[in-house]
């Protein structure tokens, strides 16, 4: 599991196609939007869990999340998550809020090797050293 801490307003992109941005940060709780293709689906893990009892998940292949390019776009989500509680998004990718403090919180993101998560700052520099804008249309 990878932790990252991110303050308000600030983004985390897993893969190409995914970033999950803090919203909103309290004491108990964080508010999260999840932006994701329409046909990513974005769960809490709780929900995930009953869901996946009777229905097995159908996720998008992984290399429609990675290899683009292209800054996320889509839907977006948002969710109000508790100290250990989790998304599960695509079936396969966790976010988990590890910690939550006065002026940041700390996200666990569990994914595949091949759908890598970065902070958005990193995955801009990127890029653009790959040459595209690394920016958001």
């Known amino acids: 599991m990878l932790v990252l801490s991110r303050k308000k307003n600030e983004s985390i992109i897993i893969g190409d196609a995914i970033e999950v941005t803090v ?3 309290r004491e108990d709780r964080v508010r999260l939007g999840v932006m ?3 046909e990513v689906p974005v769960q809490r893990r709780e929900v995930f869990e009953a869901i996946s009892r009777d229905n097995p ?3 998008l292949p992984a290399d429609k999340l990675v290899g683009a390019g ?3 776009t889509g839907r977006m989500m948002v969710f109000s ?10 079936g396969e990718i966790v976010v988990v809020v590890v910690e939550i403090r006065i002026d940041k919180v ?3 993101i569990e994914s595949p090797r091949e759908i890598p998560p970065h902070r958005r700052e990193v995955y801009d520099a ?5 040459g595209g804008n690394g920016k958001r249309p």
């Open 23 to 25: 919203f909103d940060i």
């Open 36 to 38: 994701a293709p329409s």
């Open 57 to 59: 998940p159908r996720n």
């Open 70 to 72: 292209q800054a996320p």
């Open 81 to 90: 998550r508790k100290k250990n509680e989790s998304l599960v998004i695509n």
């Open 106 to 108: 700390r996200l666990g």
């Open 126 to 130: 990127i890029r653009r050293a790959e």
